[in-house]
């Protein structure tokens, strides 16, 4: 099955930096990356998602990149504000299996003052 | 807001003892999904019901069990419990059968405790 590694597990940056979370996937038949926001003591919050037929996605702050050959993804934060503090969860799927959303273990993002 | 609700909130038992998960999806969505989130760990996929049916199984512990009802609200029965089984239980769900066209929309969680 599936196996989605990300990394860091933890990440702090100054309010105004970029931050970037990394994420490899094993299924070459994934072709489906949506990243979730979790704040602290609240549900998932889908907030980009990346089909295999694109390489780069933006929403305004927000940017996902894909590399299909080397089998990751990555998540793009910029001009990163306090209310970015949460844990970001990315995650992998063939499309039309929806069952097999495989997550990430979470990166803790703290942007400090 | 997500549309979906989740009760009870918290959840506090003994080991060997047996609880209900409560979930209502969105208006209009058939799947339903749960999920388990332990401390240390990521979002782990139990199973999936779409429109009454079960449709795929993840890593659910054979003490575990869901249905889906004729309403689409869906109940998660966990059994036997364990001080393991102590987690942030999920219930998401989508539209389609295929959450990869429509996305998962997550409710708040129970907190199960195991003492």
């Known amino acids: 099955g599936e196996n989605v590694e990300q990394h860091p597990s933890t990440l702090s940056v100054q309010e105004g930096d970029s931050a970037v979370i990394k994420c490899t996937y094993s299924?070459?038949?994934?072709?489906?990356f949506p990243w979730y926001k979790q704040e602290l003591g609240k549900r998932p919050q889908l907030i980009i998602d990346i089909r295999s037929n694109v390489g780069e996605k933006k929403d305004q702050r927000i940017a996902v990149t894909l590399n299909k050959t080397a089998k990751h993804f990555s998540l793009h934060i910029t001009e990163t504000q306090p209310e970015d503090s949460a844990v970001y969860f990315c995650?992998?799927?063939?499309?039309?299996?929806?069952?097999?959303?495989?997550f990430g273990t979470g990166t803790r993002l703290q942007v400090t003052l | 807001d997500s549309g979906v609700t989740q009760t009870p909130k918290h959840l506090i038992t003994a080991t060997g003892q047996r609880v209900t998960l409560r979930c209502s999806p969105r208006?209009?969505?058939?799947?339903v999904y749960w999920y388990q989130q332990s401390l240390d760990q990521g979002l782990q996929f139990l199973i999936q019901y779409y429109n009454g049916e079960e449709r795929a199984k993840g890593n659910i512990l054979e003490r575990f069990s869901a249905q889906q009802f004729p309403d689409l609200h869906s109940e998660l029965n966990l059994s036997s419990l364990e001080l393991g089984d102590s987690a942030l239980y999920f219930c998401?769900?989508?539209?389609?059968?295929?959450?990869?066209?429509?996305?998962?929309?997550f409710g708040n969680g129970t907190r199960l405790t195991v003492t």
């Open positions: 995650a992998a799927t063939p499309t039309g299996t929806a069952s097999k959303l495989t």
């Open positions: 998401a769900s989508s539209v389609s059968v295929d959450s990869t066209y429509s996305p998962l929309h």
């Open positions: 208006s209009g969505d058939l799947s």
């Open positions: 299924d070459s038949a994934s072709n489906y």
